[in-house]
C-alpha cells in the first residue's frame, strides 16, 4: 500500500481548462501539504492543512483552490489553466508533535499545459 | 523568515569519489533538519535528519551534521556509487505543524 498516493500522474491539458489533482494518505497523519516544484527543481510550499482546517495558504494564485474532504484526503482544485503552471506538484504529510516528524511525500503529479 | 541556502550545482564526480554538499540556514529558535533525495522522475524521499544540534543523521552511507555554531547541515558521502545520481536537497522545519523549507536542490551526477 502506497502511504502518500497522488492521482493522475500526468496530466497534459489546455490552457484555460479545470483541472484537480488527488492525494490520498493511509499513514493516519494529522497535516497534509501541497508543494508546487518548478522547472528549475525549486519546491515552494503552497497549502497546508490540519484536520480539514487550512493553516498555510502561501502566495498563490486563488485559481487555486485546496480541498479537504476528510483528514485522509487533500485535493487541488486549478481553475482557469495558465502556461506557468506546468510544474510537478507533490502531496506531502506528517504527523503533529514535533518539528522533527518525517514530511512523507507522494510521488508527485506532473503537469503540462499547452 | 526562515531560510535554507545550499550550493549551487550540478556536482559532477567519479565512482568511489568523495561528496560534500553544503547547506546553511537562517532560524529563529531551534529547527529540525533534512536531507531528502530526488531520483529522476521520481519523488522525494527522506535521506537522513537531525532534530538538536550535535544530532548526526546517517543513512546508506550519507552523513550530516546540525552544527549551530555554524548553522550548517553538510552532507557527506566517503565514496558515492552511480546511483547515488540525484537532486538533494537541504530542507528545515521550524515547529511541528509547519511546513518544510527547502533549499534549491543540488544536482549529483555520478559517472563510473
Known amino acids: 500500500d502506497t502511504a502518500v498516493s497522488q492521482t493522475p500522474k500526468y496530466l497534459v491539458t489546455q490552457m484555460g481548462n479545470d483541472k484537480s489533482i488527488k492525494c490520498e494518505q493511509n499513514?493516519?497523519?494529522?497535516?497534509m501539504y501541497w508543494y508546487k516544484q518548478d522547472s528549475k527543481k525549486f519546491l515552494k510550499i503552497m497549502f497546508s492543512?490540519?484536520?480539514?482546517?487550512?493553516?498555510i495558504n502561501e502566495t498563490v494564485p486563488n485559481r487555486f483552490s485546496p480541498k479537504s474532504p476528510d483528514k485522509a484526503h487533500l485535493n487541488l482544485h486549478i481553475n482557469s489553466l495558465e502556461l506557468g503552471d506546468s510544474a510537478v506538484y507533490f502531496c506531502?504529510?506528517?504527523?503533529?508533535?514535533?518539528?522533527?516528524?518525517?514530511?512523507?511525500f507522494g510521488e508527485g503529479s506532473w503537469l503540462t499545459v499547452v | 523568515g526562515d531560510s535554507v541556502t545550499q550550493m549551487e550545482g550540478p556536482v559532477t564526480l567519479s565512482e568511489e569519489a568523495f561528496l560534500t554538499i553544503n547547506c546553511t540556514y537562517t532560524?529563529?529558535?531551534?529547527?529540525?533538519l533534512f536531507w531528502y533525495v530526488q531520483y529522476p522522475g521520481e519523488g522525494l524521499q527522506l535521506l537522513l535528519k537531525?532534530?538538536?544540534?550535535?544530532d548526526k543523521g546517517s543513512n546508506k552511507g550519507f552523513e550530516a551534521t546540525y552544527r549551530k555554531e555554524t548553522t550548517s547541515f553538510h552532507l557527506e558521502k566517503g565514496s558515492v556509487q552511480v546511483s547515488d545520481s540525484a537532486v538533494y536537497f537541504c530542507?528545515?522545519?521550524?515547529?511541528?505543524?509547519?511546513?518544510?523549507?527547502f533549499g534549491k536542490g543540488t544536482t549529483l551526477s555520478v559517472s563510473s
Open positions: 492543512y490540519n484536520n480539514k482546517e487550512l493553516i
Open positions: 537531525a532534530t538538536k544540534a550535535d
Open positions: 532560524a529563529t529558535g531551534y529547527p529540525s
Open positions: 506531502a504529510t506528517s504527523s503533529d508533535g514535533s518539528s522533527g516528524n518525517t514530511i512523507y
Open positions: 530542507a528545515l522545519r521550524g515547529q511541528a505543524g509547519t511546513a518544510l523549507i
Open positions: 499513514l493516519g497523519h494529522d497535516t
